[in-house]
């Protein structure tokens, strides 16, 4: 683990890009404990995110989400997952860089669009949206928070995260 030692270990991207589940393979694999801020969200909201988001608004998620964006960067030695909003706020971004290694889980649009497709859970899916014009505006957002890229199109989770543990071993 020499780039990363105690540091945090986290995982930013767009929706669809498996940082849940590559989390989860990290977590496992480094022997770190794995922190998901959607499911930490849901978790002390007791609801699920889109009703949050029908509740309260989208900009009190972004407040919640901050808060514990805070408290994780406080903390070590820790994978986070992160929800593929957080990297929009500056501070968020600044909190992230410095309490750790930011991976950036990037997908060509056409892999995002087959693994998205149906779903019911995520609110900004709802309605008609337009998912490659969200993933444009996204991407310069994820590529100034990350400081490193990895494409998972194509590829199953345990092979990107297996990527990932080559990269912070001192590999590419
Ligand atoms: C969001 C992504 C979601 C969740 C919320 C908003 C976004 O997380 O935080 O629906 O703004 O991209 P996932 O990236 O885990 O789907």
């Known amino acids: 683990m020499k780039r990363i030692s105690g ?10 890009t498996g940082k849940t589940e590559v989390g989860r393979l990290l977590a496992e ?10 499911r930490l969200i849901v ?15 989208e900009a009190y998620f972004r407040q919640v989400e901050k808060k514990i964006i805070g408290e994780l960067s406080g903390q070590s030695g ?3 997952s992160s ?11 600044a909190r992230l860089r410095e309490s750790g290694y930011v991976v950036w889980l990037d997908a060509a649009i056409t892999d995002l669009e087959a693994r998205l497709a149906g779903d019911t859970t995520r609110p900004l899916l709802a309605g008609n949206t337009d998912l490659a014009k969200l993933y444009g505006e996204r991407r310069p957002f994820y590529r100034n928070a ?3 890229r990895v494409d998972t199109t194509g590829k199953p989770p345990l092979a990107v995260a297996a990527e990932i543990i080559e990269r912070i071993r001192g590999g590419t």
């Open 78 to 80: 820790l994978v986070v």
């Open 83 to 93: 929800g593929g909003g957080v990297v929009l706020d500056a501070d968020n971004v």
């Open 29 to 38: 694999s480094l022997g770190r404990r794995l922190v998901d801020t959607d």
């Open 146 to 148: 990350a400081h490193v």
């Open 43 to 57: 978790e002390r909201e007791g609801k699920p995110v889109r009703e949050i988001f029908q509740d309260r608004g």
């Open 7 to 16: 540091k945090n270990l986290i995982l930013i991207g767009f929706m669809g």
